[in-house]
């Protein structure tokens, strides 16, 4: 059983388009995460919901849009796709608290054309 | 601003050599410091972490080194393998509470391991 997964695993789009990444965890946790993985492997933290709510919102553009309709599911919603937000997506989820293991899922590779 | 900055970005060791990763953060409020291995097409998966009350920690030929007072922990791999060619991260948590754990990562460096 795959403990975080991720749909779907390559996105191919044009600029413009609105387009939906979608997390599920089933590991019982009540935290889960959005990254972003450059083409330079660099991991930066997007968002963070616990149990729900947004607890961490780095600068991210309004175009990307987080929902979490239960603790086991976090999707991402990116309006007007651009060149730049051609990335690699990780989903992941940790027990919560702080300082825990975060488990990630194998990504989402977005590019936009 | 890169809150922590890790080293060398490629590594090239041969096999049974010892692969050593350098990490320093700037942050004190930073109390949580993992490393991540990450493999071509797979997400990051936690090799191993410590706290800084510690200064060394050891789980099978990965050993992490932490100094508290240079602000600077190291990852060493022992005995190195061609399965260990990865992409290995070093992280770091915040001690500030408020649920979740942001953790802010290097850069990254790709570790190949040659026979």
Redesign the interface.
Same mark, same amino acid.
């Given at each position: 059983d795959t403990a975080v997964s991720q749909t779907p695993k390559y996105l191919v789009t044009q600029m413009g388009n609105d387009k939906s990444i979608k997390c599920e965890q089933n590991l019982g946790h009540d935290t889960m995460y959005w990254y972003k993985q450059d083409s330079k492997k660099f991991l930066k933290i997007m968002f963070s919901y616990n149990n729900k709510e947004l607890i961490i919102n780095e600068t991210v553009p309004n175009r990307f849009s987080p929902k979490s309709p239960d603790k086991a599911h976090l999707n991402l919603h990116i309006n007007s796709l651009e060149l730049g937000d051609s990335a690699v997506y990780f989903c992941a989820s940790s027990i919560g608290g702080r300082n825990t293991e975060a488990f990630f899922g194998q990504g989402t590779r977005l590019t936009v054309v | 601003q890169q809150q922590v900055k890790q080293s060398p970005q490629s590594l090239i060791v041969q096999k049974g050599g010892i692969s050593i990763i350098n990490c320093a953060y700037e942050n004190t409020a930073f109390?949580?410091f993992?490393w991540y291995q990450?493999f071509p097409?797979? @997400?990051?998966?936690?090799l191993i972490?410590i706290?800084p009350d510690v200064s060394e920690k050891k789980e099978g030929r990965f050993t992490i080194s932490f100094n508290k007072s240079a602000k600077q922990f190291s990852l060493h791999i022992m005995d190195s393998q061609p399965g260990d060619s990865a992409?290995y991260?070093c992280a770091a @948590?915040?001690?500030?509470?408020? @649920?979740?754990?942001?953790?802010?990562?290097g850069?990254?460096t790709?570790l190949k391991v040659e026979l």
């Open positions: - | 109390d949580y993992p990450q097409g797979k @997400g990051p998966a936690l972490a706290r992409t991260f @948590g915040p001690s500030i509470t408020g @649920g979740g754990n942001k953790l802010t990562f850069t990254g790709q």
